[in-house]
């Protein structure tokens, strides 16, 4: 039997589907949008190219067509969605690249259009610790009185040997202090982090893990590093040839960062969505749905929770 506290379903983890049940005693769908925006690392401000890895829609692939206003991309997303969940709320999430990084009266726009929608009970933000300023932060702060706000804090590894290597193009410090800042105004704050990266061993990824339990973060979308066409990544990987991940591999690290996370952490993701016309490797992360199913097995057999070593 779970005894697990902070789920409905066989999960040994704190799932989003089961915390946004308990808030808006509702089934939540996620509506991801391209808003247009670019990131500090792309345009020349903090650097070029972009994250290595980073497709040239900017993790965007399942959001909607930035071709299309923001409103017709939601509700073409929303058709979808509501054949599998009818009378669903909706939370409109600013996905592909940095959804911070512009004039507050252009955030303004793009974030009021989709709130004044029907159903849409909150915003999710995707940003980068160095794309929010003074002025952003004092509108979020407004945002998040009127609204369930979520931002999410692309940090990927603590380590900032790894993080040079792949174009981040911020320290550890920086994002420290913007956690710090949304975390006093009471913001709903998630971590994105990247297993797999190159010559990072299990210990280095458990390690990042294990710093951002003792910051008081609200979520994790935890990710296996993918490979893409047409990335600086792919140009790297080719002549380096650095070890990949395999499925146990992913399997046995992922479990064991959730259980040096506090149960009250809210897991959002545990591996990505390559598009897999676009993957290079590794291609067992194109059946999402086994690795998801591998990680409960494995869980139940050993009967592991979250959070089960916060305490060591």
């Known amino acids: 039997m779970n005894t697990f506290p902070y789920s409905n379903t066989n999960k040994r983890y704190h799932t989003l ?48 067509n930035p071709k299309e206003d923001l409103v017709t991309q939601f509700n073409n997303i929303k058709k979808v969605m509501d054949r599998k969940w009818p009378n669903s709320k909706y939370i409109g ?43 952003c932060l004092e509108y979020l702060k407004e945002l998040n009185k009127k609204t369930f706000l979520t931002i999410e804090l692309g940090l990927q590894t603590i380590h900032d040997k790894t993080s040079k290597l792949i174009n981040r193009c911020h320290d550890l410090k920086c994002f420290e202090e913007t956690l710090k800042k949304l975390k006093k105004n009471n913001i709903f704050t998630v971590v994105h982090i990247i297993n797999g990266l190159p010559y990072e061993t299990k210990e280095m990824m458990i390690e990042t893990v294990k710093y951002l339990n003792k910051l008081g973060i609200d979520g994790i979308k935890i990710h296996m590093l993918s490979i893409l066409k047409n990335t600086p990544l792919e140009t790297y990987y080719n002549k380096n040839k650095f070890h990949i991940l395999s499925e146990e591999e992913y399997i046995d690290i992922t479990i064991e960062q959730l259980r040096h996370l506090n149960p009250k952490i809210v897991i959002q993701r545990l591996t990505g969505d390559p598009m ?37």
Do not use: H
Not at 24 to 29: L, T
Not at 34 to 50: E, L, Q, R
Not at 107 to 124: D, F, M, Q, R
């Open 17 to 64: 589907d089961y915390f946004y049940k308990q808030k808006f005693k509702s089934k939540v769908c996620k509506i991801s949008l391209n808003a247009g925006f670019t990131c500090p690392n792309i345009d020349g401000t903090k650097g070029y190219n972009g994250c290595i890895y980073c497709s040239k829609i900017g993790s965007g692939e399942y959001g909607g």
């Open 93 to 135: 999430y600013f996905q592909a690249r940095t959804n911070t990084y512009a004039p507050v009266e252009v955030l303004k726009e793009k974030y009021e259009t989709i709130l004044n929608l029907p159903n849409v009970v909150g915003l999710s933000i995707a940003t980068r610790p160095d794309a929010i300023s003074d002025e």
């Open 276 to 312: 897999e016309e676009d993957l290079i490797e590794p291609l067992w992360t194109i059946k999402k749905i086994n690795t998801l199913n591998n990680i409960d097995k494995k869980m139940n057999k050993e009967n592991i929770y979250q959070g089960d070593k916060t305490g060591e």
